[in-house]
């Protein structure tokens, strides 16, 4: 019977080192798991956004203004009514119209508009045009002169996509 009590001491032996290695590999293996988990969720599921903030989007971009034709306008250098006679001004302009018949109008009057655009800012002088209130009234004012040339078509904008003084 000594002996029957040797081999089954030894045999508790190896299984409580089993059940350790057991538990060890079992508590990385929940940490693996845990930290790929985590990165999961902040790599793939933080960033995205709520189905509520989506869905506003959604709404901004259908409620944004749909852009009109576009008609880019020969570039215009007029000398600006300065007394030295020194200053020039080049304005590269593009204009916005609600159709394509607007289009076609525009380039037919042509002429009409370049005239008007030249009258127009060779009038102005060097400090009406260097500030941004300027520019912008310069723009206002202009957009109202051409839709008065193109009478019923409307115009929508006015786009200085050059303005260069000297």
């Known amino acids: 019977m000594a002996t029957d009590k040797d081999p089954q001491a030894t045999e508790d032996v190896p299984k409580k080192k089993s059940k350790m290695g057991f538990f060890i590999v ?10 790929g988990g985590f990165f999961a969720y902040t790599k793939f599921l933080a960033n995205k956004p709520a189905v509520e903030e989506v869905a506003s989007q959604e709404a901004k971009t259908e409620a944004a203004p749909v852009i009109g034709e576009m008609l880019v306008m020969e570039p215009f250098v007029v000398n600006l009514a300065d007394p030295k006679g020194k200053r020039y001004l080049k304005v590269k302009i593009e204009l916005e119209l609600e159709s394509k018949e607007a289009v076609d109008k525009a380039t037919k009057a042509a002429p009409k508009l370049r005239d008007m655009v030249i009258m127009m800012l060779t009038s102005l002088g060097f400090e009406e045009v260097m500030t941004p209130e300027g520019k912008i009234r310069v723009r206002d004012e202009l957009l109202e002169r051409f839709n008065e040339i193109m ?14 003084v000297q």
């Open 26 to 35: 079992l508590g990385v293996g929940i940490l693996v798991l845990g930290g």
């Open 151 to 164: 009478r019923p078509d409307h115009i929508k904008n006015i786009y200085f996509t050059e303005f260069v």
